[in-house]
């Protein structure tokens, strides 16, 4: 049965490659549409993923990746062209199957009301600025995001 | 649990939902976004392909508040019923 507080879920985003990208956004999403409330701390890497410019271009690492979409010797992982290919062949899939993009996935956070909690010491340490994020990006230092954190029923780190 | 006592053709439908050819989360997000403009006890019909889905709409009925009234597979395609409550 419903209860009269929602259900909350609170994930952490450190990862900025493409494959990394996605698990926290579907999380989400997926959560949102139960009527959770939901929040996300992008930090590190993972502050990308809000990045108005980079979230575009996120990739998918042929090097050191043992699960690739087709097993890469790891020598060749290192050959240039790789990561592209990598990265293409995920997009490909992603689009085939029909699963929005990142931007979109962010749209429909947005949409769903998905608090997008921007990483205040990654900003500084990367010299990212309020205006290189999307505009739904909450800048905020980790004890904002664990005041959030500390009332949820899921917390996950991706 | 679903309440499979009652077949799902005796149940009217109020709104209808294809979410064939999508996978997670879109059937659950479209199904919450087709919730929204219903009243409490309206049902509505939703068609998926994600095999996930016979798992997911038991799920998202549960944490919603909301009763799956059936839930089948129809040559490989899940129909789900589902009455709003709240």
């Known amino acids: 049965m419903a209860k009269a507080a929602p259900r909350r879920l609170a994930l952490v985003a450190s990862q900025g490659t493409l494959d990394r990208a996605y698990p926290p956004l579907i999380l989400a999403a997926a959560a949102a549409s139960l009527g959770w409330e939901v929040g996300i701390f992008f930090t590190f890497y993972g502050l990308d993923i809000l990045h108005k410019k980079r979230h575009k271009k996120l990739k998918v690492a042929a090097l050191a990746n043992p699960a690739m979409p087709v097993p890469v010797p790891s020598l060749v992982g290192v050959l240039p062209g790789m990561t592209a290919a990598a990265t293409a062949m995920m997009k490909r899939w992603m689009k085939r199957s029909k699963l929005p993009d990142v931007p979109q996935f962010l749209d429909l956070a947005r949409e769903s009301g998905v608090r997008l909690f921007a990483c205040s010491t990654t900003m500084g340490v990367m010299g990212v600025h309020a205006s290189d994020l999307i505009p739904e990006a909450d800048v905020a230092g980790a004890t904002a995001f664990l005041d959030f954190a500390a009332d949820a029923d899921v917390s996950l780190f991706v | ?86």
């Open chain 2, 1 to 86: 649990m679903p309440d499979f006592t009652s077949p799902a053709a005796t149940h009217p439908v109020d709104a209808e939902l294809d979410c064939k050819g999508l996978l997670c989360p879109l059937p659950v997000y479209k199904t919450a976004r087709a919730l929204t403009p219903l009243r409490r006890g309206q049902v509505l019909r939703i068609e998926c392909t994600d095999p996930g889905s016979l798992a997911d709409f038991p799920a998202l009925a549960r944490q919603r508040g909301d009763t799956l009234l059936s839930a089948e597979e129809r040559n490989g395609v899940q129909i789900f019923l589902l009455r709003k409550e709240a």
